[in-house]
Nanobody, 122 residues
Framework: VPLVESGGGLVQAGGSLRLSCAAS????????MGWFRQAPGKEREFVAGISSNGGRTNYADSVKGRFTISRDKNTVYLQMNSLKPEDTAVYYCAASSRILSVSRGEYDYDYWGQGTQVTVSS
C-alpha cells in the first residue's frame, strides 16, 4: 500500500481531528492528492484535493470552511474542524499522476490508502 493514513478516531460534534497521509516506498511530490470518504451504505465521495505544488485546493461544499487540506514534501494533511455527525465515514487518501489539476472523480486517482475511520458523536 503506497499511502498510509492516520489520525482518525472518535470525537464529539464540534471537535477537531487532523488526518495525515504518508507516502510509503515512493514519492508523491509530483502528484495531485485528494481525500475521499465513504459512509456506511453510501458511495465514496470527494472531500478535498490539492495540486502537486500545493498552490490550488478544492473542497466539497459540505466541508468548505471547516476542513483544510495541505501538504509538505511527502505527506498530505486534512485538518477537520467543527465536525458534525454526518462527517462520520472512512476517510481515504488518494494520489494521481495522470491529472494536472484537482479532480473530484475517484477514477482519476491511481493510488489509494487503506482508509482511516472517523466517527463523530452527537
Amino acid at each position: 500500500v503506497p499511502l498510509v493514513e492516520s489520525g482518525g478516531g472518535l470525537v464529539q460534534a464540534g471537535g477537531s481531528l487532523r488526518l495525515s497521509c504518508a507516502a510509503s516506498g515512493r514519492t508523491f511530490s509530483m502528484h495531485v492528492m485528494g481525500w475521499f470518504r465513504q459512509a456506511p451504505g453510501k458511495e465514496r465521495e470527494f472531500v478535498a484535493g490539492i495540486s502537486s505544488n500545493g498552490g490550488r485546493t478544492n473542497y466539497a461544499d459540505s466541508v468548505k470552511g471547516r476542513f483544510t487540506i495541505s501538504r509538505d514534501k511527502n505527506t498530505v494533511y486534512l485538518q477537520m474542524n467543527s465536525l458534525k455527525p454526518e462527517d462520520t465515514a472512512v476517510y481515504y487518501c488518494a494520489a494521481s499522476s495522470r491529472i494536472l489539476s484537482v479532480s473530484r472523480g475517484e477514477y482519476d486517482y491511481d493510488y489509494w490508502g487503506q482508509g482511516t475511520q472517523v466517527t463523530v458523536s452527537s
